[in-house]
T-cell receptor, first 115, second 112 residues
Framework: ETGVTQSPTHLIKTRGQQVTLRCSSQSGHNTVSWYQQALGQGPQFIFQYYREEENGRGNFPPRFSGLQFPNYSSELNVNALELDDSALYLC??????????????FGPGTRLTVL | GDSVTQMEGPVTLSEEAFLTINCTYTATGYPSLFWYVQYPGEGLQLLLKATKADDKGSNKGFEATYRKETTSFHLEKGSVQVSDSAVYFCALIPNTGNQFYFGTGTSLTVIP
């Protein structure tokens, strides 16, 4: 069984640019959540996608947006990058079923550096 | 709002020492509680969880008990190994929500 995968592993952008990060959920999982983990901090919830619709959002501005595809993979897009966007971006997938929100399986993350 | 506060690190222990990492939470209702571990350069791995009061989660020698009366979920291990060196995160998910709330993490280094 393949776990959650993310691409790319590392990325360097400059301020004002746009970036797209990708996540493939674990087989059989239909829910994807994205988190931002700044250096030395715990992950912060960005948003969640379920059946291709946004299903909850944390305290992040609209320039953070996402998509989920029919195969349940997902993208995180960040526009107008700022220096503070430098972080590890984590994707987590969850299986279907009652109480499944408890089961979130994390990928290895994408390290984004904004210069 | 919902939040998690955990013991600040870094923590350095000798091999076979006893480990405790404190975690307290604030939440309405009955959240589920978790400990995640993050090894250098990797994502988060679920270590253990507890979904109701007085539940004890355990895995790989680590244990934590869901204490509603003290709103705590302290992580313990009786004898740490060098391979336990990592960052440990306490987290909760509200019973009516769908997002995790994480603590800031506690870095553990175990020396031989």
């Amino acid at each position: 069984e393949t776990g959650v995968t993310q691409s790319p592993t590392h990325l360097i952008k400059t301020r004002g640019q746009q970036v797209t990060l990708r996540c493939s959920s674990q087989s059989g999982h239909n829910t994807v959540s994205w988190y931002q983990q700044a250096l030395g901090q715990g992950p912060q919830f960005i948003f969640q996608y379920y059946r291709e619709e946004e299903n909850g959002r944390g305290n992040f501005p609209p320039r953070f947006s996402g998509l989920q595809f029919p195969n349940y993979s997902s993208e995180l897009n960040v526009n107008a990058l700022e220096l503070d966007d430098s972080a590890l971006y984590l994707c987590a997938s969850s299986p279907p079923g009652t109480g499944s929100y408890n089961e979130q399986f994390f990928g290895p993350g994408t390290r984004l550096t904004v210069l | 709002g919902d939040s998690v506060t955990q013991m600040e690190g870094p923590v350095t222990l000798s091999e076979e020492a006893f480990l405790t990492i404190n975690c307290t939470y604030t939440a309405t209702g009955y959240p589920s509680l978790f400990w995640y571990v993050q090894y250098p350069g990797e994502g988060l791995q679920l270590l253990l969880k507890a979904t109701k009061a007085d539940d004890k989660g355990s895995n790989k020698g680590f244990e934590a008990t869901y204490r509603k009366e003290t709103t705590s979920f302290h992580l313990e291990k009786g004898s740490v190994q060098v391979s336990d060196s990592a960052v440990y995160f306490c987290a909760l998910i509200p019973n009516t929500g769908n997002q995790f709330y994480f603590g800031t993490g506690t870095s553990l280094t175990v020396i031989p």
